[in-house]
């Protein structure tokens, strides 16, 4: 049997998901159209963000939902030097931790910066809106710092 | 909240995984075989089952498979389904019938297309050959054949498919 080239091909499989998201992140993600960050207050007062259906320690349904601010302070991040194709950005920068202000735990989100040694823990960050708002996390195009 | 707009319901959250597949050395040759208009499988030195597309082994024994053996481009169905619901980016529109089959001198069945058909009228065991495409469109490709289609010989047993000898059905009668 005689060697044969190489034979390569490119191609993509699809999962066309479309999600239900239930009432309390319908909530966050609306007014996130509407450039507002909600939260939800949890049985012992604390404030989560993005909100969640049941609460942590008592499993109660949660229903008070609380603004919280557009800035915050970076609890933790990565820093991505090279970007892959689905990243929300096409030059280097880092996912975060960010506690918003009024919240008390930290929500995930992508911050823009020049260059590593610019983000550190503990850095002031603020919302920057997409263009158009849909009613998707992509709503907040990113953080940058404050 | 906005009272302008509706409540936010559903978001679109869709996958897609990308792949570069390599063919490996059995399913290249396979292919170039393919691009000619020839189906060629691979036959084990131990159990002499007839693979197509040879995947390099056999699967019942573990051997490597080196012997190739061309096989009929008649075959057998081994089992289909009808296809009624439609496939997001599948440029076929059902209903149409998929199918495993068996070609004439291999052992184990591949998936294909069957058409020209009544789909109510398809079954087990009915004997169909490959309508190639046009010889200057070939490629790499198991869709150089655009389907199978029934032909006028009588039925296989159940038991009798995948155990054909490479000159048919009709052939084997004969002997
Ligand atoms: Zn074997």
Partial sequence: MSQPEVLQQSFELGFTYTRSVGPVVGRFLTE???????????????????PM??????AEELSEFVEVGQEGEIVSFAWVKEPREAHPMDRPFAWAMIRLDGADVPMIHCVAANAESDVATGARVKAVWADETIGF????RCFELA | MSEEQDVIT???????????????AAAARFLHQIKKGVLTGQRCPSCQQVYIPPRGSCAACGCPTEEEVEVADKATIQSFTIVTIPIPNNPIQPP?????LVADGANISFLHLISECVNEDVHIGQRVQALWKPEEEWDYAM????YFRPIDEP???????GKLPVTGWEGSADD
Avoid: Q
């Avoid at chain 2, 039925?155 to 009798?160: G, Q, S």
């Fill in chain 2, 10 to 24: 559903g978001i679109e959250a869709p996958v897609y995984l990308k792949y570069n597949f390599t063919a490996g």
């Fill in chain 2, 155 to 161: 039925d296989v047993p159940v038991e009798m498919i």
């Fill in chain 1, 53 to 58: 259906e049941y609460d942590p320690d008592t």
């Fill in chain 2, 96 to 100: 149409y019938i998929i199918a495993n």
């Fill in chain 1, 32 to 50: 996130l159209r509407n450039r507002n960050i909600v939260g939800i207050k949890a049985s012992d007062g604390r404030v989560v963000v993005p």
């Fill in chain 2, 143 to 146: 869709d150089n054949i655009r």
């Fill in chain 1, 137 to 140: 996390i992509t709503d907040i």
